[in-house]
């Protein structure tokens, strides 16, 4: 199968967006093998996601990044559709109310992390403002002292601020796994006309979609620096291509599984006291069956 190696970011090696492939072209893939394989990493992921829920030491984080129509609500469905969703938390960013923007940018997101034994889902998260704040340049939109909005390393102290806390996240039993999904700019525009001209899909579009397309070449470079200033061996990123759905699921249910096996949850053990607790108890549940006879 396919290796992640070359979609994976750790601050080792820098990313160039140009480089990498958005799409299974070329690759001379088994598309039945891949759908195939996925169904088998989602089985895998419910099984270790049921014990990480139940020795609730760490917490998995999914950060999920993309362009519009790239796929992020797709991807959710048919990859993490196989978890008990009482262990799995999904929370959608979008754009900040009156009450976020009178506090600092990450406290959305403390607000929803999960307790640990849990798996969260961020879509679209705190980089959004290092993403479309720094496109639009709209941070004086918070309620800041000019000596902070007028600081010419506002989004520099932002990428230091993110590291920080990512970094305050694992050493407090979280695993953080960001993933952008690298959809191509003429995939994007298939999809869009598809969301136009098929009614079932209309509620998908909004004119929005098209005004940020305009500022595409804006967003790579600010998803390149994204990855480039955030990426650390203990929150990497994985920025997969996005242009086959059948491709991109199996990629990310490799980068979950993978860290799921790393994290390696267990059953808990009871103690000696405990295990004859149960005895005792099996031992009055056969006897309920005897005493009917």
């Given amino acids: 199968m396919v290796s992640l190696e070359k979609f994976y970011f750790d601050g080792d090696k820098k990313l160039a967006l140009d480089t990498l492939p958005t799409s299974a072209k070329g690759l001379g893939l088994d598309k039945d093998k891949i759908r195939d394989k996925t169904e088998e990493n989602r089985k895998e992921i419910a099984a270790l996601q049921d014990k990480l829920y139940a020795e609730s030491k760490e917490s998995l984080i999914l950060i999920l990044q993309a362009m519009d129509a790239a796929g992020k609500d797709s991807t959710i469905k048919h990859v993490m559709g196989c978890v008990d969703p009482q ?22 997101t403390v607000i929803h992390l999960p307790p640990r034994g849990k798996m ?52 407090n039993s979280y695993r953080v796994v960001k993933i952008f999904l690298n959809v191509s700019k003429e995939e994007q525009k298939k999809r869009f006309l598809e969301r136009i001209d098929i009614p079932a899909k209309n509620w998908k579009f909004s004119d929005s979609d098209v005004r ?82």
């Fill in 87 to 108: 262990g799995l938390d999904v929370h959608s960013m979008k754009e900040p109310t009156s009450e976020e923007l009178a506090h600092d940018f990450l406290w959305r």
């Fill in 212 to 293: 940020e397309r305009a500022y595409w070449d804006d967003y790579m470079d600010a998803y390149q620096k994204a990855v480039n200033e955030t990426a650390t061996s203990h929150s990497p990123w994985y920025v997969l291509p996005a242009d086959n759905k059948w491709y991109t699921r199996y990629l990310v249910s490799e980068a979950i599984l993978d860290t799921l096996k790393e994290i390696d949850p267990h059953y808990p053990k009871l103690p000696e006291g405990k295990q004859g607790e149960l005895k005792l108890c099996r031992e009055k549940l056969l006897a309920e069956e005897e005493r009917k006879r």
């Fill in 120 to 171: 969260a889902i961020f879509n679209r998260s705190y980089y959004e403002d290092v993403l479309i704040v720094k496109v639009h340049q709209l941070q004086k939109a918070y309620q800041m002292a000019d000596r902070c909005l007028d600081d010419k390393e506002f989004f520099e102290k932002r990428y230091r601020q993110i590291r920080h806390f990512e970094e305050y996240l694992y050493e």
